[in-house]
């Protein structure tokens, strides 16, 4: 089992930053591969970025330069920079784990971004 717990959601304008943290209840580096998704009103779930027990890493299009995952395994935490915010990023960010050796997934609660101006 594992517990991942999202923050740094918030209200941002157009153009601004945030970065989103998971803190994970077990060694990250004891995951298989560690993501985060959203999910926008009306619309189904989507991988925004993935990064793997080896550390490499991996981006949807649409946040591709924008977007940084990265993670700081002495604290079980992996992080999700947030640059030049749009409004079409406006949606709920899970963090997601898959776990060793049945890649079962576990989820976080969500932490809510809006990009309003």
């Known amino acids: 089992q594992v517990q991942l717990v999202e923050s740094g959601g918030g209200v941002v304008q157009p153009g601004g930053s945030l970065r989103l943290s998971c803190a994970a209840s077990?060694?990250?580096?004891?995951?298989?591969?560690m993501g985060w998704y959203r999910q926008a009103p009306g619309k189904q779930r989507e991988l925004v970025a993935r990064i793997t027990r080896g550390g490499s890493t991996n981006y949807a299009g649409t946040v591709k330069g924008r977007f940084t995952i990265s993670r700081d395994t002495a604290n079980n935490t992996v992080y999700l920079q947030i640059n030049s915010l749009k409004p079409e990023d406006t949606a709920v960010y899970y963090c997601n784990a898959q776990s060793i050796p049945t890649n079962t997934n576990y989820w976080g609660k969500g932490t809510l971004v809006t990009v309003s101006s």
């Open positions: 077990i060694s990250i580096l004891s995951i298989n591969a």
